[in-house]
């Protein structure tokens, strides 16, 4: 007799992926797991915003087990980000050349083999299984992608928004304290596929981690983001809003008016 294959969670601590474990056995289904995969910054520091971290150990994977029976696997890769970062090529054209940010149209994002990997070896240690997606039912682009067989999309069966799944999440005590003053989105804290407004935060309430950014923009061969917009851009730009020489509104900006601002302050 065959046995019925598992049902796992693949969380990151997010509102989408706890939300749709929770509404999945809420609504009677079976989870027999999580899986987490923890991306780390150095050796010793987690790539999680401190604030997430914490709530992922001390509350989210606790909980989980408690309240639901449902026991979360950690999985880590052997590498970490500021490793690869100063990493050399050992061959092609850009030998002796460090890898710098992963931000690059030709080689791709080099950072997300930090999570793909594990993640491939844990599936094929695992098995035949199904697994929990957390995608959202206003999330078109992601349920076309991930409508696949052996993976469920409780959010989407139960037709749940974000906006619902983040209310699941507050109802449930599992809403991450990562989620404030404008930041939408979780990730690495120096993931260069943030948005504005969460560099502005990140900027503002972590110097440390801005001074850091900084620090690699100066050692990386490769620009912060794709249209070639640097750290240092950034910091100037929200430079001159400090001193209210732009506005801080993102959608009137353009990156001309500073041109025009730092020309008002020389004349
Ligand atoms: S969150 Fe950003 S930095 Fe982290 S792995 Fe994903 S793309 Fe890379």
């Not at 007799?1 to 929770?22: C, H, Q, T, V």
């Not at 910054?41 to 449902?70: I, N, W």
Request: aromatic share 12%; with cysteine; charged share 30%.
């Amino acid at each position: 007799m065959s046995e019925e294959p598992k049902i796992l969670a693949s969380i990151s601590g997010g509102k989408d992926s706890l939300a749709a474990l929770i509404t999945h056995i809420e609504s009677g289904g079976r989870c027999d797991g999580a899986v987490y995969c923890r991306i780390m910054f150095d050796d010793e520091t987690s790539a999680e915003y401190p604030e997430h971290e914490d709530f992922l150990f001390s509350k989210c994977f606790p909980t989980l087990e408690r309240e639901y029976g449902v026991k979360t696997r950690v999985l880590q890769s052997p590498t970490n980000y500021i490793e690869q970062f100063y990493r050399r090529y050992e061959k092609g054209k850009n030998i002796g050349r460090i890898q710098g940010f992963p931000c690059s149209i030709v080689r791709g994002n080099w950072c997300t083999k930090l999570k793909t990997r594990p993640i491939n070896a844990w599936k094929r240690e695992t098995g035949k299984f199904t697994e929990l997606v957390g995608i959202a039912a206003d999330e078109e682009k992601r349920i076309e992608r991930d409508t696949v067989k052996g993976k469920v999309l409780p959010l989407v069966e139960h037709g749940i928004t974000e906006a619902g799944a983040r209310e699941i999440c507050k109802r449930h005590g599992l809403y991450s304290p990562a989620y404030t003053k404008g930041r939408e989105r979780l990730g690495c804290w120096f993931c260069h596929n943030q948005g504005v407004q969460q560099l502005r935060l990140l900027r503002k309430k972590y110097p440390e981690y801005w001074k850091l950014l900084l620090k690699w923009d100066k050692d990386s061969p490769v620009f912060f983001k794709p249209d070639g917009h640097t750290v240092h851009d950034y910091d100037c730009r929200f430079q001159m809003e400090d001193e209210l020489l732009i506005s801080a509104d993102d959608k009137v900006f353009r990156w001309s008016m500073m041109d025009e601002a730092l020309n008002y302050r020389l004349f």
